[in-house]
C-alpha cells in the first residue's frame, strides 16, 4: 500500500485557522473510510475524524463545529479544515484509512499558541 504524506502543518494563535492535506500514493478510493488522527506529547494517538466513500463523517466532541474533512478520490488526497483552533488541539496530524492500514507518514506539526 502507497505512502502517506502530510502537510500543512504550522504554529497559529489561538481562533485561527490551518488547512492540513494528506497526498497518498496510490488511489484511496478502494478505502471505504479515510481518517485524520492526531498525538499530542505524552498521549495516545487519537482518532479526530473520518470520511467514507460517499461522503459520510464522523468527528470526536471535542472537534465538531471546528473541522471539516474531506477526500478527494481523483486527486488521492484527504484534507482538513481546522477552525476556531484552541491550544489543546496541539498535536502532530497524521492521516492514514479507517482502521489505519497503511503505514503511517511523518505527520505535519500542528501548534496553537499566542
Known amino acids: 500500500q502507497g505512502q502517506l504524506v502530510e502537510s500543512g502543518g504550522g504554529l497559529v494563535q489561538p481562533g485561527g485557522s490551518l488547512r492540513l492535506s494528506c497526498a497518498a500514493s496510490?488511489?484511496?478510493?478502494?478505502?471505504?473510510?479515510m481518517a485524520w488522527y492526531r498525538q499530542a506529547p505524552g498521549k495516545q494517538r487519537e482518532l479526530v475524524a473520518r470520511?467514507?466513500?460517499?461522503?459520510?463523517?464522523y468527528y470526536i466532541n471535542s472537534v465538531k463545529g471546528r473541522f471539516t474533512i474531506s477526500r478527494d478520490n481523483a486527486k488521492n488526497t484527504v484534507y482538513l479544515q481546522m477552525n476556531s483552533l484552541k491550544p489543546e488541539d496541539t498535536a502532530v496530524y497524521y492521516c492514514n484509512t479507517f482502521l489505519p492500514t497503511r503505514p503511517w507518514g511523518q505527520g505535519t506539526q500542528v501548534t496553537v499558541s499566542s
Open positions: 496510490g488511489s484511496i478510493r478502494s478505502s471505504s473510510y
Open positions: 470520511i467514507s466513500n460517499d461522503e459520510n463523517t
